[in-house]
């Protein structure tokens, strides 16, 4: 049976319409657009983090609870750990957040894993989630935390080795 026009019309219609909606997809981000972009974003605060000494300028967000209270929390430190890391003092980050520099390469590690499996596919993997394990998980970090937390803020040795140089932020 031949097609009727307005038969011919309809198909144009879809058509358009299919054709449109392949446009507005082909406007989003790929994944290996958002990874490249991400890595652009770490490699920025990197160098910002390398050249602007957090020891001596205060452009850096304060902590709020050392602030407050002069106590320290499991991050204090963390920004000044990364500049004397990224020149190479491993010793004076691990007086400045020792929790974090010990977390460090896991991060980087998990981080890397997981960007490297989306370049590749040029799309975001899916993780599958284990409710249980992953509250098991949280409940670890954040014992391991607060331990960090109690520990760093006792008074004297050894504990002042763990209290971020030379003031807290
Ligand atoms: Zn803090």
Known sequence: MPATPTAVSHITAVRSTAVRSTGLHGTRLSTRTQIALAACACGGVSAFLYAVDPNRHTVYPQCLLYNATGIYCAGCGATRAIHALLHGRAIEALHDNALFVAALPLLLYV???????????????????????????????????????????????????????????
């Open 111 to 169: 981080a890397g894993f997981y960007a490297l499996a989306a370049w590749r596919a040029n799309a975001w993997p899916e993780i599958p989630v284990d409710g249980r394990a992953l509250a098991r998980r949280g409940i670890s970090i954040f014992l391991l935390m607060v331990a960090f937390v109690v520990l760093r803020n006792l008074p004297g040795w050894p504990f002042d080795w763990f209290k971020p140089v030379p003031s807290g932020g």
